[in-house]
């Protein structure tokens, strides 16, 4: 497919999603089951982070409490940019850009992973730079 693919073709849209209050061994075990280097915080139905494996990580490292740390405590807190002013934006796309912007914007950001818009912004997923590296040689 390469670079000029549409990253929609390589998008988790069945991201696993935690809330904010959801501990660190909730996030481990949703990364697990979900297959997924990355999950989605939610507050209702509002988008309002991003839990990366890198995160995760960085919260074992310092020792955290598997059942008390709260995912509050170690998300990126991001907002969904939905056609109005944001105070902290995620980093993401709409599904049909493509392999290259994506691989551009990672670059630029120094991120792993993008949230990504669906169709009239109402499909969240995320998309990990493995998801992308598989579209580019396909």
Known sequence: MGLNAEI???VNWEAPAVAMDDSLRVVIQKMVDGKS???LVKAGDDVVGLVTDMDMLASIARYDDLDETKVSGFM???ELILGKAVKSPC???DSEQSVGDAIGVMNGAGVHHLVVSG???TCTGIIS???LLRLVIS
Do not use: G
Request: proline share 0%.
């Open 37 to 39: 280097s990355a999950v």
């Open 8 to 10: 929609k073709n390589a």
């Open 91 to 93: 980093v993401q796309l």
């Open 76 to 78: 990126t807190r991001c």
């Open 119 to 121: 169709e009239k912004d």
């Open 129 to 131: 730079v493995l998801n």
